[in-house]
């Protein structure tokens, strides 16, 4: 689905890890591999100075990727100093990726705030898709789970719809990303609506099964045409629940999902759908930012 791929890790995540699989993200369509840390800068009697060493440890430990890489498949480590969203961004257009993969952990989702500041930020600016793990996960693979996960990167996505705009919008982008997708990426959607007993401001009012299931199957019609092999499921319970269930009885790679405007899916006092799945799903989540 994607071939330039953007690994944000801060060598505590699970996602150095990565740098041993390259050959298994490279089956998933991957073709070019970024692997990116900051280095802290540190205060020497309130001086900013670059840590030199720790750049050059964090170099060396990333540039293990570079060793096993098949043939038609690019690997370059970036390790900067300080400003780390400005680097991230800048690290993005030049190696012109179309995918950030980063970890958060659930921990700090319930600090009154959606994320750390640093991947709060990086939300607000970001023009590309996030690909949302968490740590937790990534560190406790066995080598063979991961590599299976990594071969299967994005294989089955699963479409959170409910036939508002935003939900539209999710749709045109995923057809928009997967038009052109290399071979074993993307191969499986499931198209899910959770019909609500309260009504959202946002959805439609006249809402009922039947309903669903109509502009569902039209959904569906249209993802079809790439290609794809589309299920459809409608449940009779609250949407958050029924997409975490759902995961869990499908073999659900990621959970694809968009916000109308950051700063509402920052606003921790009106957190919208996008908002609750990234703090409590323990699926990945494919975040597509607005596009504006």
């Given at each position: 689905?994607?071939?330039?791929?953007?690994?944000?890790?801060?060598?505590?995540?699970?996602?150095?890890?990565?740098?041993?699989?390259?050959?298994?993200?490279?089956?998933?369509?991957?073709?070019?591999?970024?692997?990116?840390?900051?280095?802290?800068?540190?205060?020497?009697?309130?001086?900013?100075?670059?840590?030199?060493?720790?750049?050059?440890?964090?170099?060396?430990?990333?540039?293990?990727?570079?060793?096993?890489?098949?043939?038609?498949?690019?690997?370059?480590?970036?390790?900067?100093?300080?400003?780390?969203?400005?680097?991230?961004?800048?690290?993005?257009?030049?190696?012109?990726?179309?995918?950030?993969?980063?970890?958060?952990?659930?921990?700090?989702?319930?600090?009154?705030?959606l994320f750390g500041s640093t991947t709060a930020e990086l939300v607000e600016r970001i023009k590309i898709p996030l690909l949302v793990v968490r740590p937790a996960l990534m560190s406790t693979y066995t080598r063979e789970e991961l590599d299976l996960r990594c071969r299967h990167l994005l294989r089955y996505l699963l479409i959170a719809y409910d036939g508002s705009n935003t939900a539209k919008t999710l749709v045109k982008q995923i057809t928009e990303t997967a038009r052109n997708r290399p071979e074993n990426s993307l191969e499986h959607c499931l198209l899910a609506w959770a019909v609500e007993s309260k009504s959202r401001r946002e959805i439609p009012q006249s809402q009922t099964i039947e309903d669903a299931e109509e502009k569902l199957a039209a959904v569906k019609q249209e993802l079809e045409q790439l290609n794809l092999t589309v299920a459809t499921e409608v449940r009779q319970e609250e949407r958050l629940q029924a997409m975490m269930t759902l995961s869990m009885e499908y073999d659900i790679s990621a959970i694809a999902v968009n916000s109308p405007s950051v700063p509402r899916l920052l606003e921790w006092s009106r957190p919208n759908f996008a908002n609750l799945l990234l703090r409590r799903s323990w699926h990945p989540v494919l975040f597509f930012p607005d596009p504006e």
């Open positions: 689905m994607f071939q330039n791929l953007l690994i944000c890790t801060d060598l505590h995540d699970g996602l150095h890890r990565l740098v041993r699989f390259v050959p298994s993200l490279a089956a998933s369509g991957i073709r070019k591999l970024v692997f990116f840390h900051s280095v802290r800068v540190n205060d020497d009697r309130g001086v900013p100075k670059v840590d030199q060493a720790a750049i050059d440890a964090a170099r060396q430990r990333l540039s293990v990727a570079q060793d096993n890489v098949p043939e038609g498949v690019e690997v370059e480590v970036v390790v900067e100093s300080d400003r780390i969203v400005e680097n991230i961004l800048n690290t993005i257009k030049t190696h012109h990726c179309d995918l950030v993969l980063l970890g958060t952990d659930n921990k700090t989702l319930l600090n009154e705030k």
